[in-house]
């Protein structure tokens, strides 16, 4: 039997199933929610993309490692830049070149702390021996985007095109190495725009022409530009340059040696002349460069006598005069130089030697063949001494002093010189400058 609900509950029973649905429809919502709420907590993001690879002439970003310094960091996308242009990497440098630790990884980086801002830097590129080649492989857009590089050695790779412009702008930059590479044309000008510079090395490139003379302006501790085809006479200002070592050998210089020896007096101790096409006789002012220890005119078109005043050099150690058109007698001043340890005067024309370079000779110290000394052994016949003998004989040059002029007091006589002197028989270690004659030397 239905049961049967009187009228008067029909308006409470329809509020009442309006309750129960509302009821219905907030727990089912809620219970969602909290569905919702569950799968979130579980929930893993898909795999970032992998980004396109950069174009070719942009650098790749930035690691997400973190860097040292903002220094360091803003030189990164320089080194990555050069990177994609080396095409040849025999000793396989550039794979250490990723990440950010530059100062740590890096192979020819080197850093060190900023003198302003105190942080890590990049302050050194030594690229020396490395080999590095590529189709379009320069300077531009790398040695001018490096602010705090102090050192830049490139030895023996095969950078070409020039120097930057703004060399100028790097401030630290101290030492210039771009030895034996491709560089060629002019002198690269930009050079002298970095007065900072202590150390500049050009040997064994394509450079030609004329140095300009305010190079030797700057205040350069070492000029190595020998092996490369200058062709110049010397400038007059060659000594003012207060340099230590100099190398000019290998070129095609030419005329005499300048006689203002200027600052080069308190500072030089090796200059290297040696196979060029110098000319003229020796100034006596050279006995005034009182720190000398090398020098060398081997295989020139020099000529005259020696002047007495090399006899004023005494930390010389090693003295070339070889393969010139010298005439007269070895000062025997000069052998009893208390430093000497290599003396060589060997194809000249010299016709006399004392007793102290006798005793030189006996040692092995002093090479005298192919001359016109009377008595000892390898000399030159006597007729192409007799024909040197009957030329005019002259020096272009003006000489300031005459040839027995010494600059300095005697100090002691020939012989107690000779007692001081060290010759024992020991390989004398190979001066700095002469390291330069070989493209992979120093």
């Known amino acids: ?252 210089l030419t005329g005499p040696i300048p006689s203002k020896t200027g600052k080069a007096s308190k500072t030089l101790a090796e200059i290297l002349f040696l196979n060029n096409q110098l000319s003229g006789c020796l100034p006596s002012e050279i006995g005034l460069l009182k720190k000398l220890m090398v020098f060398d005119v081997n295989r020139n078109l020099l000529r005259g006598e020696i002047p007495y005043s090399f006899g004023c050099l005494t930390r010389m150690e090693i003295l070339n005069f070889g393969k010139n058109q010298f005439y007269g007698a070895v000062p025997d001043s000069i052998c009893s130089l208390p430093s000497l340890k290599n003396f060589t005067v060997s194809f000249n024309y010299f016709t006399e030697v004392g007793p102290a370079c006798m005793e030189l000779i006996k040692k092995g110290y002093l090479d005298v063949k192919k001359n016109c000394i009377l008595g000892l052994p390898n000399q030159r016949s006597k007729e192409k001494c007799d024909a040197f003998a009957r030329k005019p004989k002259s020096c272009p040059n003006p000489q300031n002093y005459p040839l027995d002029w010494m600059p300095c007091r005697e100090i002691s006589s020939s012989m107690d010189r000779r007692k001081t002197r060290e010759l024992e028989a020991k390989p004398a270690a190979l001066p700095f400058s002469y390291k330069s004659l070989h493209p992979h030397g120093r």
């Not at 049967?4 to 199933?17: A, D, G």
């Not at 992998?50 to 973190?66: G, I, L």
């Open 1 to 252: 039997m239905a049961l049967k609900i009187p009228y008067s509950y029909v308006p409470f029973l329809s509020l009442l199933l309006i309750h129960i649905l509302l009821f219905q429809t907030l727990l089912n919502n809620h219970l969602a929610v909290a569905d919702d709420s569950t799968k979130a907590k579980d929930y893993t993001p898909p795999p970032a993309k992998t980004p396109s690879p950069p174009d070719d002439d942009e650098a790749p970003p930035p690691p997400s490692d973190k860097f040292e310094s903002k220094r360091i960091e803003m030189v990164y996308p320089v080194i990555q830049r050069l990177k994609k242009k080396i095409k040849y990497d025999p000793k396989g440098i550039i794979k250490t070149w990723n990440g950010a630790d530059i100062c740590g990884k890096y192979k020819g980086f080197k850093c060190a702390k900023h003198p302003v801002y105190k942080v890590d830097a990049v302050s050194g590129v030594q690229f020396n021996g490395f080999n590095f080649d590529g189709d379009d492989l320069g300077l531009d857009g790398f040695l001018d985007e490096m602010p705090d590089v102090s050192i830049f050695h490139v030895n023996s790779n095969n950078f070409t095109d020039g120097i930057p412009k703004k060399i100028s702008t790097l401030k630290y930059l101290y030492e210039l190495d771009l030895s034996n590479n491709k560089f060629g044309g002019k002198f690269p000008y930009e050079v002298i725009k970095a007065t900072n510079l202590t150390f500049l090395d050009l040997r064994y490139n394509g450079y030609s022409g004329v140095v300009p003379p305010e190079v030797f302006t700057l205040d350069l501790d070492v000029l190595f530009i020998n092996n490369n085809k200058f062709r110049q006479t010397l400038p007059e200002t060659l000594f003012t340059l207060p340099a230590l070592y100099i190398t000019l050998a290998n070129n095609k």
